[in-house]
């Protein structure tokens, strides 16, 4: 049997209203309305951030792969027993880069050829670095470019001027250098060799059984072992050192932007991209001087061909 909650009159659904004598009214109270959706507040215009950009990224593209040419003269320079850098120039390379084509050109100049060093006369070209620095601190680089501009008939932008105890450290902080002998040369057999900084300095200096000419060679070796070195990601973790021990022993000219033009340029072209070139026995006439120096003279029609293969593009 079911049983069943008798009716009270009174009770009454709680939704409904009802009239006195016990019947349900209609809900006459308006149906609440849902909340409207709050206005979204205006969203900043992003067209001028993206002009900036653009305007940064066209305005870096133009310094990076801009269409002009950079030349610059790296010296290779001993410091001299008084502490000073009143020293002939031992390395001379004339370092060019056309960044849109990825162009890299290297040429080794001689140190013991007779040029017009400007203000002193007829000299060997390694000399202009010694004469401008004698005559005040950081003479040295100016004189020894004007040299190179007004011989070979060149623009040169600037100069980057380094010491051999730079090297050593750099080359140290790197973990060696791994330098690839096509024959054998300096003590070394042909093939794979890995010389610390000290070795590497002896390596690219060694003057027995050689002349110039032989060093030049070994100077280009060994730069593009570094560059082979320094693109190994093996290497990496070691850059910032290496990069703080050359800047210890490297000043320059050139404007801060030009650094990151040459960087690309010789990442794009790679070790074995570069155009290395130095003057040859065959571009040399040798001579005594009246003083009886034994000095090398420019034969202009074997060079200038050269000269317009590696600036003249």
């Known amino acids: 049997m079911e049983f069943t909650q008798p009716h009270d009159p009174g009770a009454t659904a709680p939704h409904l209203r009802v009239a006195p ?18 206005i979204p507040a205006p969203q900043p215009r992003r067209r001028p951030a993206i002009l900036a950009g653009v305007l940064l990224g066209a305005a870096l593209s133009l310094v990076l792969l801009g269409p002009w040419r950079t030349t610059v003269l790296l010296l290779g320079v001993d410091r001299a027993p008084q502490g000073t850098l009143v020293a002939r ?3 001379m390379i004339l370092l060019t880069s056309l960044p849109p084509s990825a162009y890299v050109g290297m040429l080794s100049l001689p140190r013991d050829l007779w040029v017009t060093v400007p203000g002193v006369g007829p000299g060997r070209i390694n000399t202009a670095h010694f004469y401008g620095e004698s005559k005040a601190a950081g003479g ?91 693109a190994n990601p093996l290497t990496w973790p070691r850059l910032p050192l290496a990069t703080a021990a050359l800047l210890r022993s490297l000043d320059s000219d050139l404007p801060p932007w030009e650094w990151p033009r040459l960087a690309l340029a010789v990442l794009r072209a790679g070790p074995d991209g570069i155009d290395g070139r130095t003057i040859t026995r065959a571009m040399v006439r040798p001579f005594t001087t009246d003083q009886g120096a034994q000095v090398l003279d420019p034969n202009w029609e074997s060079i200038n061909p050269v000269l317009m293969e590696i600036f003249g593009q």
């Open 89 to 91: 120039s031992d390395t």
């Open 21 to 38: 004598d016990g019947f349900p009214l209609a809900d006459t109270q308006p149906t609440p309305r849902a909340p409207a959706a709050p």
């Open 140 to 230: 040295g680089p100016p004189l020894a470019v004007q040299t190179v501009s007004e011989a070979f008939g060149l623009t040169v932008d600037g100069y980057a001027r380094l010491t051999f105890s730079g090297i050593v450290e750099s080359v140290d902080a790197l973990g060696g250098v791994v330098i690839d002998l096509p024959t054998a040369m300096s003590g070394y057999t042909a093939g794979e060799h890995r010389l610390d900084g000290t070795q590497a300095l002896a390596f690219v200096r060694d003057r027995a059984g050689s002349d110039d000419f032989s060093r030049m060679q070994r100077a280009q070796l060994f730069l593009r072992a570094v560059l082979r070195q320094t």
